[in-house]
Nanobody, 116 residues
């Protein structure tokens, strides 16, 4: 049974830091590209960060320089380090696993609220 379980969300102050984790099981983690997406109320889901099977990373301008994605294939886990979050980063954050053949899995999400 495939599972992606996000954790680490919560309330964080602007300018603080937070680390999200996504534990994967039920598939061969190392051969999947891993990504974090987010969805704020009333908005579409958007890509936050991607890490390939060879550890190449990609970020949109909105988070570049503030967020860092990493993966630990030995632990079947992907992380998102969020530094200097702002109010616009408030959203539900989802973990995604994608294989080039088209298979895609999603987690249920974890809420991140940036507020003073």
């Amino acid at each position: 049974q495939v599972q992606l379980v996000e954790s680490g969300g919560g309330l964080v102050q602007p300018g603080g830091s937070l680390r999200l984790s996504c534990a994967a099981s039920g598939f061969t983690f190392s051969i999947y590209a891993m990504s974090w997406y987010r969805q704020a109320p009333g908005k579409e889901r958007e890509l936050v960060a991607t890490i390939s099977t060879t550890d190449s990373t990609n970020y949109p301008d909105s988070v570049k320089g503030r967020f860092t994605i990493s993966r630990d294939n030995a632990k079947n886990t992907v992380y998102l380090q969020m530094n200097s979050p702002n109010l616009n980063d408030t959203a539900v954050y989802y973990c995604n696993a994608y294989h080039w053949r088209g298979t895609s899995y999603w987690g249920r999400g974890t809420q991140v609220t940036v507020s003073s």
